[in-house]
């Protein structure tokens, strides 16, 4: 039985930051959303200067587990982030 590899992303600060490649925000913690390529993307702030995606699965669990992430206070940037236009 095989396993398909799944590739994700890693966005440099300065491509991470420009906004003429998609929004982005700050969701607390070391979680960050940027809109890229058209599509919502899940980042964790892996250095001073890279952004690693992350699965939406290890999202949820990570904002449902956390004992020192502000869950509600993270629900309520990514419920603006998502009503923002592009």
Partial sequence: MSKERVHTKSLHKKEF???TKGPYAALGGPLYIKK?????TYLIQASDSFYHEI???CFEATIARSTTI???AVKKKLE???GQKS
């Avoid at 890229?36 to 919502?40: D, E, I, M, R, T």
């Fill in 17 to 19: 930051f420009d906004k």
């Fill in 36 to 40: 890229y390529l058209g599509k919502a």
């Fill in 55 to 57: 699965s939406p699965a």
């Fill in 70 to 72: 502000d869950t509600d």
């Fill in 80 to 82: 603006a982030f998502n």
